[in-house]
């Protein structure tokens, strides 16, 4: 009731604006309401936005998450901080995406985000990351944590949980929206740290991170897919959010156990599980964790991956903060300058601007 009354003041707002002082003036009210939508004043759907905007002749053409991923195609990012300043390797992680899927939507959710809700605005976000913005299929979109969880098994588990007495909130609600997004927009989520190198030939999979442990960091179901669901309910059934990995790779492995129990490869061949492809640990983790400084270290020969479609860097384990060094010929170096190139050319100008 309270909604209906908002939007029926919002409307004779913006027509009355509109009988007296036609385009100026209303596209100054719906200025102002956009305001006070983003930051959260006046909650409203999707659907009922842009309707304002039509009301309000806005120029620009709308654009929404629904309508860039409506094939369901898409691969997706999440950035669950506040934070704006993304470090290079989630910038290459994204633009190694953009290049490996050049005819999919590449998607970065960003908390710290603000409206993005016409073609303009998508072009401002664009512009904060010159290195991703010459590719045409990246897009950037606020995350809205309660209308993505909104119509899933996390809403409930979301209000009540108190983020204050959490330990490992940002994991946990990053866990979290990537079960609800895959869910809503089919695709491929990705975590920050994994490099592609080229596509993934399946469009339903889960993959191994070792023998026992199924990867949260690399998957891809279609929308609505069962088993997206199924991981919903494990996460919030089971949810101890003080155990780390328990929301995240714990999801998948007890989902994938109990319905396939210990599987065992014979190949880097991917076998089938839930009526999904699960992929051999090459395929993400040609290099296990126990051994991530490889990644930071310059070796003889390079290795090719010639069994793998994507790199897992293992930020989480980097306690040490190593970071890629322009000129330290590390594999990682490598690897920048193959697969995200430009992130790449941006450090080597870093480096020169400050020498
Ligand atoms: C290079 O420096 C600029 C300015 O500090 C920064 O915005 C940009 O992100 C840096 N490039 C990379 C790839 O980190
Ligand atoms: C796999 O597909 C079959 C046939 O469509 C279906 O009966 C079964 O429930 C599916 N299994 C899972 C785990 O979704």
């Given at each position: ?11 004779l ?19 102002i ?10 909650p ?25 991923l ?26 190694s ?8 939507p ?142 995240g ?27 999904v ?19 930071f ?15 897992h ?43």
């Amino acid at each position: 009731m309270l909604k209906q009354l908002k939007i029926l003041v919002i409307v004779l707002f913006v027509a009355a604006a509109g009988f007296f002082y036609r385009t100026v003036l209303i596209q100054h009210g719906v200025h102002i309401l956009r305001v006070l939508i983003s930051k959260g004043v006046l909650p409203m759907s999707d659907k009922d936005y842009h309707q304002i905007l039509r009301l309000g002749n806005v120029t620009s053409r709308t654009i929404s998450p629904s309508h860039v991923l409506q094939q369901g195609d898409g691969v997706l990012f999440v950035e669950t901080t506040d934070r704006m300043e993304e470090p290079a390797l989630v910038l290459c992680s994204i633009e190694s995406a953009a290049r490996a899927y050049p005819d999919r939507p590449v998607v970065f959710f960003m908390k710290g985000l603000d409206d993005v809700v016409t073609e303009d605005d998508e072009e401002k976000a664009r512009q904060r990351f010159p290195t991703l913005s010459p590719y045409k299929n990246v897009y950037f979109f606020p995350l809205r944590l309660q209308e993505l969880f909104t119509d899933t098994p996390f809403l409930a588990w979301y209000k009540k949980i108190d983020p204050s007495r959490e330990i490992h909130w940002t994991h946990v609600k990053s866990d979290a929206c990537r079960f609800a997004m895959i869910w809503k927009y089919g695709g491929i989520y990705m975590d920050t740290d994994v490099i592609s190198i080229r596509p993934i030939p399946e469009d339903n999979f889960l993959a191994a991170q070792s023998d026992t442990i199924t990867s949260s960091a690399v998957f891809g179901l279609s929308r609505r897919h069962p088993l997206s669901w199924e991981f919903m309910e494990n996460f919030v059934e089971n949810y101890r959010g003080h155990v780390w990995g328990h929301q995240g790779p714990g999801v998948f492995t007890r989902v994938v156990y109990k319905y396939c129990g210990r599987l065992r490869f014979t190949s880097v061949d991917h076998l089938k599980c839930a009526n999904v492809s699960y992929f051999h640990n090459e395929r993400f983790y040609p290099i296990a964790y126990p051994s991530w400084r490889k990644y930071f270290e310059v070796w003889k020969d390079l290795p090719t991956f010639s069994n793998s479609y994507a790199l897992h860097l293992w930020n989480y384990m980097n306690k040490e903060r190593k970071f890629m060094m322009v000129g330290s010929n590390a594999l990682l170096e490598h690897l920048y300058q193959q697969y995200c190139p430009r992130t790449y050319g941006s450090l080597v100008q870093n480096v020169t601007a400050h020498h």
